[in-house]
């Protein structure tokens, strides 16, 4: 343990206590958006954000009665309510998984990627690929690959990974391939270059090395898991992506990390139970979406989401595709910047302090880290920081954060607070809950569908028509035929 530091937050799981649940629930202080903060001009008027309760009851009943656009795939709302024995299922799995290799690759893109590595990101140390088994509890390093088409990161993964059947546990590897519609290139290409592997190391055992999360009934990679007889996880039908984490899309990679899945789920059965009331006072995540929806119809264009922990770098960017690609259509759609502070205060700070006025910040507190770190007195002070000796990091954090939230303020630029106890299974369960359930309100709000991504067939299209696929060979036609550009612009 590092001199100076101890741990602050309790490590036996009281998750089932309502008490304790209490304990965790989160905050949102929104002073900073409004005219007592920031004046008139910029900041906002009680009576505009509750007399938006009325507009909230109709996007209430469109929710509660899965009646709005993209209805069919709000299943996201049962999954804090799904069974013990389906996570019970991921957990055995998981241990499984565990006990056969060091290493597990995670294959997914986009939602079948990105809150799974949230979760694990958040709650587990952040070196834990580089320290021993031992201390990552016989829970094995995690690779993530499948979610980008990158030559040279594939190679080096490639060039990692045992070209013989390995003799112990470290080098032994397995792999969890996710993907919704059995169907996504960047995924598929990966599994392929796994797959080959595995049965050049494993031979006729590779199956039991491979997990596929997937379409219950249809796409490829099903019909590949059937063949080879890798055992499966589904994903809902009426699940989308990037709300799917807490079904086996996220659950089995945390399960595998040692994440406790039963704290997450039962966080977000927390949220959700909370979210029932659709009055603003209570329903945090409707006050989210209001707010957002005021300061986006005031021009602001630009959602900066700001974590004060790295711990929740990552589940930035799971936001950030939530929101990306939930919310922007029909013209419309705020746009998510992902940042943490204080490093990102070197360069987007500026730009939030004194650019244009199309900024909210949302500001991502953890009150109470896990450890605190004290700094140390030194003999002579050649770095005059021994005004600081005796200090806790977490007082420097919190200093730094409300002392920028006070420079935005004071320059009239918004800013909120979501408050976070403890960064733990249970809390997290309440962020993923929360950040979904505010980004389908905020659609509604916006009149569009949060639900589907239209948008990102477009890229598929041409992607595939150059590569020759044969019921893609219009799109080369088009792609071929368009507009060839000039030298005359190129320098
Ligand atoms: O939210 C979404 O629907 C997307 O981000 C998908 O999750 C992503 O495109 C991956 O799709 P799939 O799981 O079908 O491979």
Not at 59 to 79: N, T
Not at 84 to 96: H, K, P, V
Not at 211 to 236: C, H, N, R, S, W
Not at 252 to 265: F, K, M, T, Y
Request: glycine fraction near 10%; charge should be negative.
């Amino acid at each position: 343990m590092l001199h100076g530091s101890s741990p602050l937050s309790a490590s036996t799981p009281t998750y089932t206590d309502p008490a304790w649940q209490r304990s965790m629930a989160l905050k949102l202080d929104f002073n900073n958006m409004m005219e007592g903060a920031i004046g008139h001009v910029e900041g906002l008027e009680a009576g505009d954000v509750w007399g938006l309760q009325g507009r909230m009851m109709d996007v209430h009943r469109q929710i509660s009665e899965r009646s709005g656009r993209g209805g069919e795939f709000l299943g996201f709302l049962d999954l804090p309510y799904q069974g013990q024995d389906d996570l019970d299922a991921i957990q055995a799995a998981a241990d499984r998984l565990a006990a056969l290799g060091d290493r597990h690759v995670v294959l997914g893109i986009g939602g079948s990627y990105l809150g799974a590595r949230a979760v694990i990101e958040a709650l587990k140390n952040p070196y834990r690929n580089d320290i021993s088994r031992q201390r990552r509890k016989n829970r094995p390093r995690l690779f993530w690959e499948g979610n980008s088409i990158d030559t040279d990161v594939m190679h080096a993964l490639m060039g990692m990974l045992p070209a013989q059947r390995p003799e112990g546990i470290d080098d032994a590897f397995t792999v969890n391939v996710i993907s919704k519609s059995g169907t996504t290139l960047e995924t598929a290409v990966a599994f392929r270059f796994m797959q080959q592997r595995l049965k050049q190391i494993y031979g006729a055992d590779h199956a039991e090395y491979v997990v596929a999360t997937t379409d219950a009934q249809k796409g490829t990679l099903k019909g590949i898991a059937d063949a080879e007889g890798y055992q499966q996880f589904p994903i809902p039908d009426d699940v989308g992506g990037r709300y799917s984490v807490l079904t086996a899309v996220g659950l089995l990679p945390a399960a595998i990390a040692g994440v406790n899945i039963h704290e997450l789920v039962a966080g977000a059965r927390f949220m959700a139970d909370r979210c029932k009331n659709p009055d603003l006072h209570a329903n945090i995540a409707y006050l989210y979406a209001v707010l957002r929806h005021l300061s986006y119809k005031s021009r602001r264009t630009v959602s900066v989401m700001a974590s004060w922990t790295k711990r929740l770098e990552y589940f930035t960017f799971w936001y950030d595709q939530l929101c990306a690609e939930s919310l922007g259509k029909d013209g419309q759609g705020v746009i998510p910047v992902a940042t943490v502070n204080t490093r990102d205060l070197h360069s987007r700070g500026q730009q939030v302090q004194e650019g244009p006025r199309s900024m909210v910040v949302t500001n991502l507190v953890l009150e109470t880290p896990d450890w605190d770190v004290v700094v140390p007195k030194v003999e002579g002070n050649a770095d005059g920081l021994d005004y600081l000796a005796g200090k806790h990091l977490s007082e420097m954090v919190l200093s730094a954060m409300e002392g920028t939230a006070y420079a935005y303020a004071r320059e009239q630029r918004p800013s909120m607070n979501l408050l976070i106890p403890q960064l733990n299974a249970f809390t997290l369960g309440q962020l993923i809950y929360l950040f979904e359930l505010a980004t389908v309100a905020e659609g509604y709000l916006m009149g569009i569908n949060p639900l589907d991504q239209p948008g990102v067939e477009s890229y598929k299209n041409f992607m595939f028509g150059n590569l020759g696929r044969a019921d893609k060979a219009a799109y080369k036609a088009e792609f071929d035929a368009r507009p060839k550009g000039s030298s005359d612009f190129m320098v």
